[in-house]
């Protein structure tokens, strides 16, 4: 194990559990914690949980600095001889940011799907998850239980057998506290191209229309985040249904877009827009369409006072 250090937890000796009772052995087969560099932990591939650099972890670091790792992290053992990251992120990152060279860890021994099983489910019970963390983990853990399901040689049963004869989603839904469909709503999101899965964890998007978007194209779904842009508006349920009716009759066009965003919705406020080629040639080369707003509003107010100053010279 390279660099990693076996802390001292008070077990027994050999000899003194040669003589040990059922009980006894059962009581003193903890888990062994290490001490491992830093350095030597890779972090789990696509893990669906951000690390996020907000006041809780500011909070954990300075924990950290003051009393160190109080619950360590989970690793396995890489075929490489390095570790893997599988429950604790936020702790090793913590442990970066106050500059310990190693953190506590329990080694474990795991497959790769094992890995995933216990990743996820360590971290269902978060405060905060956002949709984009919920569907990627959701869709890790699925294909877990199906290839698991398909196999006889893994050793662990991380679900437990009360979930015996249940479809993988109905596992998921029940660690999680949500429904089968809405398991599989959830996963739908992993469909949506990055800007339309940021408006969603920003809710301006719901989940509901956010589903019904994902059976878009890639080109079909990156002509309406451009839409929603320069309209700021963003799609009810009946508004992303109908788009999905036009995008299987291959009839979705950017105009069909366009007016489908810019129907009235109930208790919709009047906006007025602008399209955005329309504008492009009076706005500065790389404007973002918040400044671009910006922009229009301030040269609104120099035409304002023009026409004011005209008005007082007649």
Same mark, same amino acid.
């Given at each position: 194990?390279?660099?990693?250090?076996?802390?001292?937890?008070?077990?027994?000796?050999?000899?003194?559990?040669?003589?040990?009772?059922?009980?006894?052995?059962?009581?003193?087969?903890?888990?062994?914690?290490?001490?491992?560099?830093?350095?030597?932990?890779?972090?789990?591939?696509?893990?669906?949980?951000?690390?996020?650099? @907000? %006041?809780?972890?500011?909070?954990? !670091?300075? #924990?950290?600095?003051? $009393?160190?790792? +109080?619950? =360590?992290?989970t690793v396995r053992?890489?075929?490489?001889?390095?570790?893997?990251?599988?429950?604790?992120?936020?702790?090793?990152?913590?442990?970066?940011?106050?500059?310990?060279?190693?953190?506590?860890?329990?080694?474990?021994?795991?497959?790769? @799907? %094992?890995?995933?099983?216990?990743? !996820?489910? #360590?971290n269902l019970q $978060?405060?905060? +998850?956002? =949709?984009?963390?919920?569907?990627?983990?959701?869709?890790?853990?699925?294909?877990?239980?199906?290839?698991?399901?398909?196999?006889?040689?893994?050793?662990?049963?991380?679900?437990?057998?009360?979930?015996?004869?249940?479809?993988?989603?109905?596992?998921?839904?029940?660690?999680?506290?949500?429904?089968?469909?809405?398991?599989? $709503?959830?996963?739908?999101?992993?469909?949506?191209?990055?800007?339309?899965?940021?408006?969603?964890?920003?809710?301006?998007?719901?989940?509901?229309?956010?589903?019904?978007?994902?059976?878009?194209?890639?080109?079909?779904?990156?002509?309406?985040?451009?839409?929603?842009?320069?309209?700021?508006?963003?799609?009810?349920?009946?508004?992303?249904?109908?788009? $999905?009716?036009?995008?299987?009759?291959?009839?979705?066009?950017?105009?069909?877009?366009?007016?489908?965003?810019?129907?009235?919705?109930?208790?919709?406020?009047?906006?007025?827009?602008?399209?955005?080629?329309?504008?492009?040639?009076?706005?500065?080369?790389?404007?973002?369409?918040?400044?671009?707003?910006?922009?229009?509003?301030?040269?609104?107010?120099?035409?304002?006072?023009?026409?004011?100053?005209?008005?007082?010279?007649?």
């Amino acid at each position: 194990m390279s660099g990693a250090k076996l802390l001292d937890l008070g077990l027994k000796t050999a000899y003194d559990e040669l003589f040990m009772d059922d009980k006894g052995r059962e009581e003193n087969r903890l888990p062994r914690i290490y001490e491992i560099p830093l350095t030597e932990i890779d972090d789990f591939p696509d893990h669906p949980y951000q690390v996020r650099m @907000d %006041e809780d972890m500011e909070q954990l !670091v300075a #924990s950290v600095k003051e $009393r160190g790792i +109080i619950t =360590p992290v989970t690793v396995r053992l890489k075929e490489d001889g390095r570790y893997e990251m599988v429950s604790g992120h936020r702790r090793k990152k913590a442990c970066e940011l106050a500059g310990l060279p190693t953190v506590k860890a329990e080694v474990r021994e795991l497959t790769r @799907d %094992e890995a995933i099983l216990l990743m !996820v489910e #360590s971290n269902l019970q $978060r405060s905060t +998850i956002r =949709p984009s963390e919920k569907a990627f983990a959701y869709k890790l853990h699925l294909d877990a239980l199906k290839r698991q399901g398909q196999r006889t040689d893994l050793t662990s049963d991380p679900v437990g057998g009360k979930y015996a004869g249940k479809e993988s989603a109905d596992i998921v839904g029940e660690l999680a506290g949500d429904s089968n469909t809405q398991v599989r $709503r959830y996963i739908r999101l992993t469909y949506l191209v990055p800007g339309l899965l940021d408006l969603v964890d920003e809710n301006r998007i719901a989940l509901r229309p956010a589903v019904e978007l994902s059976y878009l194209s890639e080109r079909e779904q990156e002509d309406l985040l451009e839409t929603i842009s320069y309209l700021d508006a963003t799609p009810s349920l009946s508004q992303a249904q109908k788009m $999905r009716e036009l995008s299987k009759e291959g009839l979705l066009s950017d105009e069909a877009i366009e007016a489908i965003l810019s129907e009235e919705k109930p208790n919709q406020k009047e906006k007025i827009t602008f399209r955005a080629d329309r504008l492009r040639q009076y706005l500065p080369a790389g404007i973002s369409p918040r400044q671009a707003e910006d922009y229009v509003l301030k040269a609104l107010e120099y035409y304002q006072r023009y026409r004011e100053r005209q008005r007082e010279e007649r």
